[in-house]
């Protein structure tokens, strides 16, 4: 992705909205993005770097269940079928 693809991708978002970063696939947590770094890659070419926050509250928790599923980072989760309820069969 590009800073021009990601421009793209956030013209259609909401201005005000917070941004948040999708972090760990296999303990998915939600982030606080607070730095976007231009610098440059190993082979000199540009790149740019979003950074999380420092602070404590730089973590939110949980990623929600939607988006990980939609990252394919888990498996839509099923409720258990319902069984029929035990009777006490005295």
Known sequence: ???GDLITLLS???RDAPVR???NPFFPMAHRLA???????ETGRPVVHLAEGRDEDSQFGH?????AVALAWQSP?????????RTDAR
């Open 1 to 3: 992705m590009t800073v």
């Open 77 to 85: 989760i099923q409720p258990p079928p319902r069984r029929p309820r």
């Open 63 to 67: 990623l929600p269940p939607e988006v």
């Open 12 to 14: 259609a978002c909401n």
């Open 21 to 23: 970063q999708a972090m």
């Open 35 to 41: 730095q976007v770094l231009p610098s440059v890659d």
